[in-house]
């Protein structure tokens, strides 16, 4: 069954800290990986995507990392700012799906001041 | 682009009234896609319309669920009765085209409560 596991549920970090988030995926055949940013009270917006041959991606002060042999993905924050707290959602997409995305139930993070 | 535009933004009902939520893609976009999101399950795809034509609606929990996309700058998902089961935020995405590469664009969600 294709699933998407994220981890932690919830974290909450000083601001200026760094953190990680979690993806671990059953999805097969693999096509790609998003993670998407969900501001409270709005839609989620992509912020990176990776294919099978993409390990690294930078946005900004985000970096995610795909492991596809382990089908481990990672959202790294540098420098976490207030505006950063918002839910991250890890959403995989299955080679030949017509729009069809899995998503994982999001990991809620809160940068305190 | 305003991207996309759903109304209402917030839903209060009583069980059994009609509910309809209303969705306007971005302009061009050729896929539609509504999806419900709740803290339990998270987000789930209800059904999905390529130029207006439903593709697949094996997400619509209940026949109470029914959607439309009678031109391709309009979409209504309604639920009919309504049930404080269906309380959860509905999304509608809207991408260029299908297929696993393509972004799909949410709007800003319609939170809807029936009491």
């Known amino acids: 069954k294709n699933q998407v596991e994220q981890s932690p549920q919830s974290l909450i970090i000083l601001e200026g800290k760094n953190c990680t988030l979690q993806?671990?995926?059953?999805?097969?055949?693999?096509?790609?990986l998003r993670w998407y940013k969900q501001d409270t009270g709005r839609g989620p917006v992509s912020l990176t995507i990776?294919?099978?041959?993409?390990n690294t991606k930078s946005n900004g002060r985000y970096t995610a990392t795909l492991d596809a042999d382990t089908k481990q993905s990672s959202l790294h924050i540098t420098a976490s700012q207030l505006s950063d707290s918002a839910s991250y959602i890890c959403?995989?997409?299955?080679?030949?799906?017509?729009?069809?995305?899995?998503f994982g139930k999001g990991t809620k993070l809160s940068v305190k001041p | 682009d305003a991207g996309v535009i759903q109304s209402p933004r917030h839903e209060v009902t009583e069980m059994g009234q009609e509910v309809t939520l209303r969705c306007k893609p971005i302009?061009?976009?050729?896929?539609l896609f509504w999806y419900r999101q709740t803290m339990m399950r998270g987000l789930e795809l209800l059904i999905y319309?390529?130029?207006?034509?439903?593709?697949?609606d094996s997400g619509m929990p209940e026949d109470r669920f029914s959607a439309k996309m009678p031109n391709a700058s309009f979409s209504t998902l309604k639920i009919q009765p309504s049930e404080p089961r269906d309380s959860a935020v509905y999304f509608c995405?809207?991408?260029?085209?299908?297929?696993?590469?393509?972004?799909?664009?949410f709007g800003p969600g319609t939170r809807l409560t029936v009491l």
């Open positions: 995405a809207s991408s260029l085209r299908a297929g696993e590469y393509n972004e799909q664009f």
């Open positions: 993806c671990n995926y059953t999805v097969s055949p693999f096509s790609n």
């Open positions: 990776m294919t099978f041959s993409e």
């Open positions: 959403v995989v997409s299955a080679r030949g799906s017509q729009g069809n995305l899995i």
């Open positions: 302009s061009g976009h050729d896929y």
């Open positions: 319309f390529n130029n207006n034509v439903p593709i697949d």
